[in-house]
């Protein structure tokens, strides 16, 4: 079976290793893939979003499945292109169709199909450059902390959430007037702010079953004790402990089933990942966020812990199959650790020179590439490094101390996942 794995991170690097375990021995191709994926199958130079290049590579490398990643795919069409291509049809793609893409793609139509389907949530308000006026007016009328959001795709940094009502004011005007992301921010979010915890939840969907993978926490400030600039993520655990199985049950009662029924009810065609950003206020879960597609670095820390057959998982997903599968979960806690370069989020060079990765400990590349036979960064998010324990403090542990040995210049990591637990 030959498999292409779109995208070039830590979460594709995951996909990698749970697939090459399979007995079936896939044959795996990744575009455009790391360092490390190159070490488990056939890195192929083309940009996940250049749709014409994709169907080329799936013809040339007679591919069977396709799985996508990173979200500006889906959001592009991917499986839309495919599923309309004149040979390539037939190929069944793990990932939504545009249309549903949208539920990551855009905050407000994110919001608007939470409003739609009674999908707890925090109240919010949508303004462009041409109501900022009123956007303005707004942020006055709401308590602080203000809660601001880029309404499209800005890699895990479009939202702000700012203390002071001047700040949050010129914000918005940065972000709706000046563009401070771009087309992301053409149309902005406000949104109430709640206070609370927050844990991400993991369904796979074949679009009648599905199965919901084991819950993790993910960190995004670059900061220790949870300061400074939003990142990708600076790491994640994996269980949660503060998801007990009373309030697990309201997640699968008051989200889950509400939003599958949901993508039923307004006819959206999902197969594929959906990942539910959650916070947990008091006893009460709401949605923050949805993704369509696994996050990252959560896959480092939810992919090992499941048992199955991924080759097989992914095939019962591609053949309406998921209500089928029984998914088994390894009772050790996984925890993993992002190790990135010296000013990231923001500027940052590449090109510097990786050591001491050990052969024993479970690495997955994000951000790097070979230069003249030497592993270098290519990337913010550089590597990640995932341990395992009885419990997320000891799994912390071994996280850790698998980067011990490994250096780059400028290399960076926060020491203190797990604080809050």
């Known amino acids: 079976m030959n498999i292409l794995i779109l995208g070039s991170g830590g979460r594709e690097h995951t996909f990698c290793y749970k697939l090459a375990k399979s007995p079936k021995k896939p044959k795996l191709f990744i575009a455009p893939g ?54 390539l049809g037939h190929i069944p793609v793990i990932g939504p169709k545009q249309e549903a893409a949208q539920l990551e793609g855009s ?26 006026a009123e956007g303005l007016a707004y942020l006055e009328t709401i308590p602080a902390p203000y809660v601001l959001k ?3 795709l800005a890699a895990g940094k479009g939202v702000l959430i700012i203390h002071e009502l001047a700040e949050a004011k010129e914000a918005l005007t940065d972000m709706l007037a000046h563009k401070k ?35 993790a926490k993910d960190y995004k400030r670059i900061g220790e004790g949870d300061t400074g600039l939003n990142t990708g993520g600076m790491g994640a655990v994996s269980p949660v402990p503060f998801n007990d199985p009373a309030f697990e049950q309201k997640i699968h009662d008051r989200i889950i089933t509400p939003t599958l029924e949901g993508f039923k009810k307004d006819k959206l065609d999902f197969v594929g990942f959906v990942f539910i950003g959650l916070i947990r ?35 019962a997903t591609a053949e309406k199959r998921l209500n089928e599968v029984t998914l088994q979960i390894s009772s050790k806690a996984a925890a993993t650790v992002v190790a990135v370069s010296g000013g990231y989020p923001e500027a940052y060079e590449k090109g510097k020179e990786i050591t001491g990765i050990p052969n024993d400990a479970l690495i997955f590349h994000a951000g790097t590439t070979t230069n003249d036979g030497k592993l270098v960064t290519s990337g913010g998010r550089v590597l990640t490094s995932t341990g395992f324990g009885t419990d997320i403090h000891e799994a912390l542990t071994s996280a850790y101390g698998n980067l011990t040995n490994i250096s780059f210049e400028g290399m960076y990591f926060r020491k203190d996942l797990g604080f809050d637990l």
């Not at 056939?42 to 290049?53: G, K, Q, R, S, V």
């Not at 206020?281 to 499941?306: A, C, H, K, S």
């Open 107 to 132: 905050k407000a139509y994110a919001k608007a199909f939470m409003e739609r389907h009674h999908i707890p949530t925090a109240p919010y308000k949508q303004f462009t450059a041409d109501t900022l």
């Open 281 to 315: 206020v008091g006893d009460d879960p709401f949605v923050i966020e949805y993704n369509v597609r696994m996050g990252d670095p959560e896959t480092q820390v939810v992919l090992p812990r499941i048992e199955n057959d991924m080759v097989e998982l992914l095939s």
């Open 181 to 215: 992301f771009g087309a992301a921010s053409e149309q902005v979010v406000i949104e109430g702010f709640l206070d609370g915890i927050e844990l991400s939840c993991f369904v796979l969907t074949d679009g009648s079953g599905h199965v919901t993978f084991p819950f």
């Open 34 to 87: 790391n360092a490390g994926t190159a070490q488990l199958g056939t890195n192929l130079p083309i940009d996940p979003t250049n749709l014409e290049a994709v169907a080329q590579a799936m013809t040339q490398h007679q591919i069977d499945l396709v799985v996508v990643g990173p979200e500006a795919p889906l959001v592009a069409g991917v499986h839309d292109f495919i599923a309309a291509h004149p040979t």
């Open 150 to 152: 880029a309404d499209g």
